[in-house]
DNA sequence: AGCCTGCCCTGGCGGC
DNA sequence: TGCCGCCAGGGCAGGC
């Protein structure tokens, strides 16, 4: 599942295999991938030309010319890959965009939620969800004192406060459990009652462990594969996501996968300890 | 306004 | 072996 290191690092295997090209025709197969109006997208993309791609949180922004950005949101499954423009389609393909050189993008997505539209440059912070979207970690505007005054004002518990997209951007089911697990809070604690060393201390983990996993190249748990179709390496340093059952490698207790709003939730039921 | 639930989707797996 | 139901979960609409 894509979060934000996935994300860039699909933003860099992607960009050396699509940059300068430009589009010959576009297919949609399965038109709800497209949020706008999918005529639209497939007619003002053609003949435009591949720029560079910038990532804001988990969207990927592919920049055109005659200032066109498409914003793509690869949620749960999301894949893109460069192929021959012939290539038969796979079951999952659902839009193609072909180059002039014969090669085409392809975007595969088993489950079909993940979402791309087209808009004009400089106007992708309007979209519904980016919007509304906090500071990503290691941005300047991501502060400690950002972290900490605003989960005081947030009486939900911490996992779905690092969970929501509008607090702090980039964060997903993954991350948010071993950053928990990394600062010894566990899931169930109220934002609000997180003591100051230990917002500190959050924010530090938050910036360093999304900078590992970038370094890393990513977590593969199920299907995530970057452009390249190589998969990551952060999921040898998971110290909780998928080791339930498993001793905590701090404190030998058996780890414990609980749900919260929904969510497979996996923390040290000794070590990680609960603000309420 | 803030918070929560259900829904979108499909493949994989456990249980019988 | 085959079928059924459940689980995975990011983000959004809708409800309270």
Known sequence: MPEMPEVETVRRTLLPLVKGKTIQAVTVWYPKIIASDSEQFIQQLVGKKIETIDRYAKYLLIRLSDQLTIVSHLRMEGKYRLVEVNTPKDKHDHVQIAFTDKTALRYNDVRKFGRMQLVKTGTEK????ISKLGCEPNSSEFTTQYLINTLS????NIKNALLDQTIVAGLGNIYVDEVLWQTKIHPLSLA??????QGHQLHDNINELIDLAIKKHGTTIHTY???NGDTGDFQKLLKVYGHKGEPCSRCGVLLEKIKVSGRGTTFCPNCQVIYK
Request: net charge positive.
């Open 225 to 227: 594969l970057d452009a």
């Open 126 to 129: 309007e979209v519904t969800g």
């Open 192 to 197: 609000n009652q997180i003591p100051q060393f």
């Open 153 to 156: 004002r947030k009486k939900k």
